[in-house]
Nanobody, 124 residues
Framework: VQLQASGGGLAQTGGSLRLDCAAS????????MGWFRQAPEKEREFVAG????????DYTDSVQGRFTISRDNAKNTVYLQMNSLKSEDTAVYYC??????????????????WGQGTLVTVSS
């Protein structure tokens, strides 16, 4: 399984960006997909997750109400719509696939496959 993230770039404070993550490879049927981010000198943190079958979502508190995660099962693609961007959203964003329901959506250890990361920079 390979995950290809795209859509990062430069946005102004209050602006919007959409990140896409397309999966390819052998039959793709994850339990869930997630987005994580890593800012300079900080640990990688959970941003949002969605279960593949039922579309149940979870968000970290700092993005609740501003970011929306969604998926297109037919296209094996997960999206992260980011609105009302803030400078603190600046980070490299990674998509990931979770193959087991043993872990919560927020648990980084539950994600077996990771994309290469895409940089999001928010400036005032």
């Amino acid at each position: 399984v390979q995950l290809q993230a795209s859509g990062g770039g430069l946005a102004q404070t209050g602006g919007s960006l959409r990140l896409d993550c397309a999966a390819s490879g052998r039959a793709f049927s994850p339990y869930a997909m997630g987005w994580f981010r890593q800012a300079p000198e900080k640990e990688r943190e959970f941003v949002a997750g969605i279960t593949w079958s039922r579309g149940r979502t979870d968000y970290t508190d700092s993005v609740q109400g501003r970011f929306t995660i969604s998926r297109d099962n037919a296209k094996n693609t997960v999206y992260l719509q980011m609105n009302s961007l803030k400078s603190e959203d600046t980070a490299v964003y990674y998509c990931a696939a979770q193959t087991s329901r043993v872990y919560s959506l927020r648990d980084r250890d539950g994600y077996a496959y990771w994309g290469q990361g895409t940089l999001v920079t928010v400036s005032s």
